[in-house]
């Protein structure tokens, strides 16, 4: 448990989370104030995730969320499952009996994680787990508000017949143990990638609305890519190769860098390193190991 943990996020979170804020509007929050509490709420949730600090004082524990907590709520031992939901007041729980004490050591994670680091199946892997709980469940997934009543019984169902009794002594991890050779080649398009973020989320490029869409696709692109080497999947050596060649040139076009200078000498500098090794690294990699590491058949 890192500050790390506290920055990631499902890319459809945003699509649901606005209609809450949208209800302060109506009344009568201004903008600006909502965006200045939502940004503190965002911080101090952010400081949850760690295990840095054991314990506060008791009127603290008792009062406000904590890291101590926050690690149950992300524990995955039986007696943490469904506990501490709250991200500012834990009273929440304790009015209405999710509140757990964190006692014996955390073992963090989900309920039949997934075992791969593709992208776009993470993104959708648990709505599909909660509506196949809600098809098997006693009440029909589509009913209106039954929806939410069905996803419910079904997870717990699921956890009752399981009996899951994991603990950091018994837990087992998914892990990508495939050594990254060309260390350089990996750092330079780290370095793209970052560069290429920037521009996305900031105006520093001078990018439009739409280059900065076409941005955030090559990105996206990029991250799965990456994804499918650390997999050894077969299929990237052409995508990572095609990939190569299309950012560099969409980064020159849209910066309109189309004088010889340091920066399109840097752009394409770094661009040919990663594609020197973009046809062979995923085949290399698909020859030596799987995802979990083994000898590959």
Known sequence: MNFFVALRASVTQRLSSF?????LTIVGFQPAHIYTVVAIHLFIAFLHHTEFIYKFP???EWLFTTPSHHRVHHGVNLQYLDKNYGEFLIIWDRMFGTFEEEQEPVAYGILE???FV????HQFSFLYRALEDGRRGTVLVGQGPHLVYACRMGSARTADERKPDINRGNQVK???????THGFIWSSRLVLGIALMIGVISNTYG?????KWFGAALLWWQIINWSGILEAKSWTWISESLRNLATPAAVIAMSEIYQPSALMF???AVSLFAFSDGVVLPVRQSATCDGMGRPAL
């Open 19 to 23: 209609l809450f804020f949208w209800v």
């Open 58 to 60: 008791r009127p603290i």
């Open 113 to 115: 994680h997934p075992e």
């Open 118 to 121: 593709e992208p776009d199946p």
């Open 174 to 180: 998914f892990r990508l143990r495939c050594s990254l």
């Open 207 to 211: 990018w439009t609305t739409g280059e």
């Open 266 to 268: 840097a752009v394409i």
